[in-house]
C-alpha cells in the first residue's frame, strides 16, 4: 500500500499491482496434498489467507480486476472464527456481484449461517451467534442479486421475526429485506406481512424501532392501504418519545429522544393524509379518535417546544423533527386543526430570518410547501419582505428557494410588486439561475395579469435584460396571447411597442423574432401613427438582416411577404431581398423566399390576399408550452409546479371571455345555417324542387344565380336608404319603402307583376320573430297561409303589403318573408327573402363631446360588448383619401344614424359616432329600455383596409351595427 501512495505515475502503480497480484495468485496455488475440497491452499495459515484477500480486496477497490482467490475467500466465509468470517463475508460483498456463477456455491452456507449459526469465537474467544447472522445478512442486503433474493428472502423474514432473533439481527434483518423489497416488490404480501410488522412496531428496542420504521415506511410507500392499519402503533412510539420522553440514555441525541426515529414516523403519517379527517368523523371508533387526538397534541408540542439552540448539533436534530411535522401538516390540508397551521407559519417566519443558513433553507422550501394549503396567503405575505431578503443571498440554494416561495405566494394582489422586485433583481443574478427567474417570471406575469399590456411590457423587460435566457416557448406564448386577444388595443399596443423596442440598432434577436411575427401580424394597426408606416417598419426590421440568425430570417421573410401584400410602398423594397435569398444556402429561407416572390405570379390578388392575412386564434391547451418546461425542470413535486398548473382568477376570467366568444361565434354560425344568409348574404340557398321532391308534386323554381349578386346589393343599399328595389327579374319585381321613428316603423312592399300573364295564389309569408312585434295588412289574399289561398296579381299591377313594427328587444338579423306564386303555366316560384329591417333602423342620434365619447368608449371595453372586423375596399375602389373619408362619415350619419362626434378622432382617417337604440320594452319603473351605441370606423389607405368597432351594452347590438357598416363601407 504504501509503495503505490507513492508512486509518481500510473505505469508505477500498475506494475506494482501485476506484481502483487502475481504474488498472490502463487501463493493462493496449491497442488497435491495442499489442495483443499473446495479448492483452497490448506497449507495457508489463517493470517496469510486474511492477508492476502484484504490485498485482493484493496486491488478491487483501485479499481482493477481481480478474477481468482474466491475458493480462499469461500474458506473464509465457512470458518467459525469471527475475524476469518468477518474478513470472508466482506470480500465477498465486494467481489461477487449477484449474477456470479459461483454464488450457487455459497448459499448454502449463507442460509446455514443465517439460520442455524454455529458459535463463532468473539472477542476474549467468547462465543456468539449474532454475529455470523448479521454478517450473513449484511451480505445478502450488498449482494442483491436476482437468485439470491429468490431463494433467501422467505429465510429473511423469518429471522426477522422469530423471537430467538437478538435486537442486533433483527435490525439487520430489517434493512436487509428493505433492500430486497426495493430490487422486488413483490415477494412480500402487505396483508400478511402486517401483523408482523404490528408485533416489531411493539419492541421495546429503539434500535429495532428505527429499522423496523424504515421497513415500514419502504413498504408503506408501495403500498399504502395495506399498512394503513399500523397507524395506531406509530401514533404510540411517537408519542412516547415526544410527550413522555421515553429514550434509553444511549439514544438521546443532545437531549432529543431518538430525532431519527421520530423523522421517519412522521414520513409514514405524511402517506395517510385522510387520517386525520376519517378519526374526526362521527362514527370512528373510539380507539381510533384517541390516538388522532394524540397526533394533533405531539405535532403542537414539537411545533411549540422547538427552538434555536446554541448547539449547532441540537439545532439541527430538532429542526429536522419540526420540518417534518410541518410537512405532516401540509399534508393534511385543510382538514387540519388551523391553529396548527397559523402556529407552523409563525415558527417558518422566525427561521427564515436567522443566520443560520441550513434552518433558513428548510424554512423557505417547507414554508413554500405550506403556502399550497388554502386560508395561508394572508400569513405568507407578512413575510414577503423577508423573503426577498433572501432572494439576495450568497448561497445560491436559498436563493432558488427563496424565489421558490416568491412564485408560490405570488397572487392577484401583489403580482406587480413581486414581479418587479424579480425583474429588478434580475440584472444582478447569476448565470445559474437567470433561466429560472425568467421562466417563472413569465409564468406569473401571464397569470396574475390584470391587463394584458403590462405581461408585454414584462417579457419586453426580461428580453432587454437576459434575452439570452428567454426560450422560444416564452416569446411564442406572447404571440400566442396577442392573436387570442384582439378585443380593446392589446394587438395595436404591442406592435407599437414592439416596433419601438427594435428600432436600435443592438436588439436582442430575439425582440427581433417577436418583432417580426408582431409586426407582420397587426402592424397594420398602427401604420397611420407618425413613423409607423409599413414602409418605416421594413426599415426597422430589416436593419437586423446581418446580425440575426437563420430562424430569425425566415420569420422576417415571411414578415416582408405580409408587408408587400398590405403596402405597394413595400413591394420595391422587399423584391431584391427575395431575390437574394433564392440563392440562399439556407434551405427554410430559400424555399420561403422562392415561393413568396412566386406567389403573386402564381394567384390572382384575392387568392394572395386570403393566403397572407392574420393568422387565426390559436388552440388554448390545457398545460402550456412554459408549464409544462417548469415540470421539467423541477417535477411533479415541486411546490412551484403546483401552483403553475393551478388556474389564476384573471386566467379563469380570460378563459371564460374567449369560452363566450367561441360559443357566440358558434350560435352565430348555427343561425346563419338555420336562417341560409346574413346581413351580408341576405338570401337562402336557392331551391329547385329536385333534392327529396316528390314526384307527384310540382318542381318548385328558386331564385336565380345570377340574380343573386344584385339581390346582396339591393339588400346592403336598403339597410341605409329610404326606399328602392329589393329583388327584381323578368317576373317580379319586389320594392320597398320604409321611415321609422324612434322604436317603432312602417314598412310598405310592393310586389310588382312584369309578366303579360297573371301571378295566381300569390302568396307572402313572413317569419315571427320575438323581437320585432308586428301587424299585417295586404291586398286581399296576400297573406293566407293555405297552399290554396292567395291572391291574384295581374299584369302590370302591384299587390301591397303594409308592416307597422316595433322592436322589443336587440337582435343582428333581419326578418325573413318568403315569396311564393304561381304562373300560367304551372309552375311554381318560391323567393326566400329578408326584409331590411336592421338594428339601425332604430336608432337615435347622439351628439357627444370628446372627453364624453372617450370616456364612454373605454367604460365600455370587454369582449362581450365590443364588436370588431377589419375589410378590404373592394378591388375596385378608388383610392382611401379625405373624400373618401366624407362619404364614410356620410354614412355614419346619415345611413346608420348615428351622431358624428367631432374633435376625438386622432387623424383625418378615423370617424367616430353615437347613437341611442330605441326599443318598445319597458323597465320597471315604466320607461323604455334604451342601448346606448358607439362606432369607430379607422382607415388604412396604404392597406386599403377599414378596422370596424362597434362599443354597446348588448352583443347583438354591436354585432348589427358592425354588420351594417361593413356592407355599407363595401358600397361607399
Not at 381510533?288 to 394533533?296: D, F, K, P, S, V
Not at 395595436?492 to 436588439?507: D, E, I, Q
Not at 403596402?567 to 413568396?596: D, G, M, T, W
Not at 390545457?622 to 423541477?634: H, P, T, Y
Request: glycine share 6%; charged share 25%.
Amino acid at each position: 500500500m504504501s509503495s503505490i501512495d507513492h508512486g509518481q505515475a500510473m505505469e508505477e502503480e500498475e506494475q506494482r499491482v501485476d506484481k502483487e497480484l502475481a504474488n498472490i495468485r502463487k501463493k493462493f496455488t496449491a497442488t497435491g496434498k495442499q489442495l483443499g475440497e473446495d479448492g483452497s491452499n490448506t497449507s495457508l495459515s489463517s493470517y496469510q489467507r486474511k492477508k492476502y484477500v484484504w490485498k485482493l480486496v484493496y486491488i478491487h477497490v483501485l479499481g482493477y480486476d481481480v478474477d481468482f482467490g474466491y475458493p480462499e475467500v469461500l474458506a473464509l466465509v465457512r470458518s467459525n472464527k469471527y475475524s476469518e468470517k468477518c474478513v470472508g463475508y466482506t470480500s465477498l460483498s465486494l467481489l461477487l456481484r449477484g449474477d456470479d456463477p459461483l454464488m450457487n456455491s455459497i448459499l448454502s452456507t449463507i442460509r446455514r449461517d443465517m439460520t442455524s449459526p454455529q458459535p463463532t469465537s468473539g472477542k476474549n474467544n467468547a462465543p456468539t451467534t449474532d454475529t455470523a447472522q448479521s454478517l450473513a445478512l449484511c451480505t445478502i442486503a450488498n449482494i442483491a442479486g436476482l437468485e439470491l433474493i429468490q431463494t433467501l428472502h422467505a429465510e429473511v423474514q423469518h429471522t426477522l421475526v422469530a423471537k430467538s432473533s437478538t435486537p442486533n439481527v433483527k435490525k439487520k434483518a430489517a434493512l436487509c429485506l428493505l433492500r430486497l423489497v426495493r430490487t422486488s416488490p413483490k415477494i412480500v404480501s402487505g396483508r400478511e406481512f402486517a401483523p408482523h410488522m404490528a408485533q416489531l412496531l411493539q419492541d421495546r428496542h429503539l434500535g429495532v424501532l428505527t429499522s423496523a420504521m424504515s421497513l415500514l415506511y419502504g413498504l408503506a410507500s408501495q403500498n399504502p392501504r395495506d399498512y394503513e392499519s399500523l397507524i395506531p402503533y406509530a401514533v404510540h412510539i411517537l408519542g412516547m418519545l415526544v410527550l413522555k420522553k421515553a429514550c434509553a440514555r444511549e439514544y438521546l441525541y443532545y437531549r432529543t429522544p431518538s430525532p431519527w426515529l421520530q423523522i421517519k414516523l412522521l414520513k409514514y403519517l405524511q402517506l395517510y393524509p385522510q387520517a386525520l379527517n376519517s378519526g374526526q368523523e362521527k362514527g370512528a371508533p373510539k380507539g381510533t379518535r384517541e390516538h388522532i387526538g394524540q397526533l394533533t397534541t405531539v405535532v403542537s408540542k414539537i411545533m411549540t417546544e422547538t427552538d434555536v439552540s446554541d448547539s449547532i448539533n441540537k439545532s439541527n436534530a430538532d429542526h429536522s423533527v419540526l420540518f417534518e411535522a410541518v410537512s405532516l401538516i401540509v399534508t393534511w390540508g385543510s382538514t387540519g386543526p388551523a391553529q396548527l397551521r397559523e402556529g407552523g407559519m409563525k415558527l417558518l417566519g422566525k427561521f427564515i430570518s436567522v443566520r443560520e443558513p441550513n434552518i433558513r433553507y428548510l424554512g423557505l422550501l417547507t414554508m413554500a410547501k405550506l403556502a399550497q394549503l388554502e386560508g395561508t396567503a394572508s400569513s405568507i405575505k407578512k413575510h414577503q419582505a423577508t423573503v426577498l431578503v433572501s432572494l439576495k443571498d450568497a448561497d445560491i440554494s436559498v436563493r432558488r428557494r427563496a424565489l421558490d416561495l416568491l412564485f408560490v405566494m405570488c397572487d392577484t394582489d401583489n403580482a406587480e410588486r413581486i414581479v418587479d422586485e424579480l425583474v429588478a433583481h434580475l440584472v444582478m443574478a447569476d448565470a445559474v439561475i437567470r433561466e429560472e427567474m425568467v421562466l417563472k417570471i413569465a409564468i406569473l406575469a401571464e397569470k396574475y395579469a390584470t391587463d394584458l399590456r403590462w405581461y408585454v411590457d414584462t417579457i419586453l423587460k426580461l428580453i432587454s435584460i437576459s434575452g439570452d435566457h428567454v426560450s422560444d416557448p416564452i416569446w411564442h406564448r406572447v404571440v400566442q396571447i396577442v392573436t387570442n386577444h384582439p378585443q380593446g388595443d392589446l394587438q395595436a399596443y404591442t406592435a407599437a411597442t414592439l416596433l419601438v423596442a427594435a428600432s436600435p440598432r443592438r436588439c436582442h434577436q430575439t425582440a427581433v423574432r417577436v418583432a417580426a411575427y408582431v409586426l407582420g401580424e397587426f402592424g397594420f394597426l398602427v401604420a397611420e401613427r407618425p413613423g409607423m408606416s409599413g414602409e418605416e417598419q421594413f426599415r426597422i426590421l430589416h436593419q437586423h438582416w446581418a446580425t440575426v440568425d437563420e430562424q430569425t430570417r425566415a420569420i422576417l421573410v415571411s414578415t416582408y411577404a405580409k408587408l408587400a401584400n398590405l403596402y405597394e410602398e413595400c413591394r420595391p423594397l422587399v423584391a431584391p431581398v427575395f431575390a437574394r435569398c433564392k440563392n440562399s444556402v439556407e434551405v427554410e429561407i430559400q424555399q420561403r423566399a422562392a415561393e413568396y416572390a412566386a406567389m403573386r405570379e402564381a394567384f390572382n390578388p384575392e387568392a394572395v390576399e386570403d393566403l397572407l392575412r392574420e393568422m387565426p386564434p390559436f388552440e388554448d391547451k390545457k398545460q402550456s408550452a412554459l408549464e409544462q418546461r417548469l415540470r421539467e425542470k423541477e417535477g411533479d413535486d415541486s411546490a412551484a409546479v403546483a401552483k403553475a398548473v393551478r388556474p389564476s382568477a384573471e386566467q379563469r376570467k380570460r378563459a371564460a371571455q374567449s369560452a363566450a366568444a367561441a360559443r357566440a361565434a358558434e350560435e352565430v354560425a348555427a343561425q346563419q345555417a338555420k336562417n341560409n344568409g346574413n346581413l351580408d348574404d341576405p338570401i337562402s340557398p336557392i331551391s329547385d324542387g329536385s333534392p327529396g321532391a316528390d314526384p307527384h308534386e310540382k318542381a318548385t323554381i328558386g331564385i336565380p344565380k345570377d340574380v343573386i349578386p344584385a339581390m346582396r346589393k339591393a339588400f346592403s343599399n336598403l339597410c341605409t336608404a329610404p326606399s328602392g328595389v329589393l329583388f327584381e327579374n323578368s317576373i317580379l319585381q319586389v320594392g320597398v319603402k320604409h321611415e321609422y321613428v324612434g322604436a317603432q316603423g312602417r314598412i310598405s312592399v310592393f310586389f310588382g307583376n312584369l309578366r303579360k300573364t297573371p301571378l295566381k295564389k300569390f302568396r307572402a309569408v313572413l317569419e315571427e320573430s320575438n323581437h320585432i312585434k308586428m301587424q299585417k295588412q295586404g291586398t286581399q289574399g296576400l297573406l293566407d297561409d293555405g297552399e290554396d289561398g292567395g291572391c291574384t296579381v295581374e299584369p302590370r299591377t302591384q299587390a301591397k303589403l303594409l308592416l307597422l313594427v316595433e322592436v322589443a328587444a336587440p337582435f343582428d338579423d333581419a326578418p325573413a318573408m318568403r315569396v311564393v306564386f304561381e304562373t300560367e303555366e304551372g309552375e311554381v316560384h318560391e323567393y326566400p327573402l329578408r326584409l331590411p329591417i336592421v338594428a339601425t333602423c332604430f336608432m337615435e342620434p347622439v351628439t357627444l363631446e370628446p372627453a364624453a365619447f372617450m370616456q364612454r368608449w373605454k367604460s365600455l371595453e370587454g369582449q362581450d360588448r365590443e364588436c370588431q372586423e377589419v375589410v378590404k375596399a373592394p378591388p375596385n375602389a378608388p383610392k382611401i383619401d379625405e373624400e373618401y373619408m366624407k362619404r364614410i362619415a356620410h354614412i355614419i350619419t346619415n345611413g346608420l344614424k348615428f351622431g358624428r362626434c367631432q374633435g376625438c378622432d386622432p387623424t383625418p382617417w378615423t370617424v367616430s359616432g353615437a347613437a341611442t337604440f330605441k326599443t318598445g320594452a319597458k323597465d320597471a319603473n315604466g320607461n323604455n329600455i334604451n342601448v346606448g351605441c358607439l362606432v369607430r370606423v379607422e382607415a388604412n389607405p396604404q392597406a386599403g383596409a377599414f378596422r370596424v368597432t362597434t362599443r354597446t351594452l348588448h352583443p347583438l347590438c354591436s354585432k348589427a351595427v358592425k354588420n351594417v357598416a361593413l356592407v355599407s363601407i363595401k358600397l361607399a
